[in-house]
């Protein structure tokens, strides 16, 4: 069990610029993984393994994209009871990402706002840093019960059109593949000009194609199959909602992510920091979130892989969540929120309420 409560931890931190908490906290945590140091945030996995995809999860209680867009701290984030984490968004080229400030926080909707503009070292980097994680060398344990899942999220290049954007999931597709167990394609930040511009049905009919066929290519190269996952926005209207259902359907991939963050700022109006640029996440997008989810789910049908995402706070958000159709979960801004201690609990309340054979 971890020895630090978060609590005094997130004082410290909150006092911090929010950028800057954010890297010292993942310096921290790749510098202490794997040493004694990681007894501050340790804590025993919750046993309430799933299988979906061909993967058996764990737990239902994973970390989403964004905390982590450089793999560096895979590890410290797999002692933390984490089910599945999933690292990136990860571009080909290196890149900055927006200017500075670009991180703001709303604790009084227990929010965030982010504009980071996919800012990470690169394919190269990202890759590397995967290879040298625990979780890589123990990649084929026998018992996939008791292994962490990982899943590898890509992007498109601020500077790539986005009429060739196809180029740049390609080349990431294919350099992340060999070590991932899911692949996360991300359409849907609002951060990257024009990225979700991607959603449309022509775009996202041509995207999909052309990685499903790259994906059967590397199947056979590597001698495995590497699920594709979408991940989808909450500002989508119903019938665009099932337009996306159907081309997941219709060109075979084999799971969503629902949502990222959004940009309604309705919730935090009149706030500090409500008029910023970028994504909001956190509370204030629970109800979008677990709308998407719920039409999805009534669109795919059972059986068909959502991971529901957005304004788990509490054990109780990431019931709600599984309610509305989701067979995984996973947190960002609660950890910020609430620490490692949120991902127990929320997956022993998945657990109460939905248990596993």
């Known amino acids: ?32 993984q794997g040493t004694p140091l990681q007894c501050a945030w340790v804590q025993p996995p919750v046993h309430d393994p799933v299988t979906l995809a061909g993967l058996t999860f764990p737990n239902r209680v994973g970390l989403a994209a964004g905390l ?39 604790p009084a909707r ?14 190269d980097v990202f890759v590397r840093n995967v290879k040298n994680s625990y979780f890589h060398s123990t990649s084929r344990l026998s018992d996939k019960r008791q292994r962490l899942i990982l899943g590898l999220n ?6 790539t059109p986005i009429e060739r954007a ?15 167990d899911y692949v996360t394609v991300n359409i849907s930040s609002p951060n990257t000009k024009n990225l979700r511009d991607l959603q449309s049905d022509a775009a996202l009919d041509a995207l999909l ?36 259902a159907d081309a997941l359907r219709r060109h075979g991939i084999e799971g969503v992510i629902a949502t990222n963050t959004t940009l309604s700022r309705d919730a935090v ?59 995984l979960v996973q947190i960002y801004t609660g950890l910020i929120y609430r620490g490692p201690m949120l991902v127990a609990e929320a997956a022993r309340a998945i657990g109460r309420v939905n248990p596993t054979a």
């Open 68 to 106: 982590d867009k450089n793999a560096r701290a895979i590890d410290a984030f797999a002692a933390m009871g984490f089910g599945f984490v999933e690292v990136g968004t990860v571009t080909p080229l290196p890149q900055a990402g927006n200017p500075k400030p670009r991180i703001f926080r709303l």
């Open 166 to 180: 196809t180029d740049d999931y390609l080349l990431g597709l294919a350099g992340v593949y060999p070590y991932a």
């Open 269 to 327: 109006a009149g706030l500090p920091h409500a008029g910023e640029a970028g994504g909001l996440s956190g509370a204030p997008v629970r109800e979008a979130s677990d709308r998407v989810v719920r039409q999805l789910r009534a669109a795919l049908g059972a059986g068909f892989p959502i991971i529901g995402v957005g304004g788990i706070l509490s054990g109780a958000d990431a019931v709600a969540k599984i309610e509305a159709g989701a067979d």
């Open 209 to 244: 194609s052309s990685l499903k066929s790259r994906q059967g290519e590397l199947a056979a190269e590597h001698g495995k199959h590497v699920p594709l996952f979408l991940k989808i926005a909450p500002d989508l209207d119903e019938s665009q909602v099932q337009a996306i």
């Open 154 to 159: 890509i992007g498109k290049n601020a500077a």
């Open 1 to 32: 069990m971890a020895l630090l409560p978060y609590g005094l931890t997130r004082s410290f931190l909150f006092n911090m610029d929010a950028e800057k908490a954010h890297d010292l906290t993942l310096d921290l945590l790749a510098r202490g």
């Open 110 to 123: 227990q929010a965030l706002i982010n504009r980071m503009g996919f800012n990470n070292q690169g394919l």
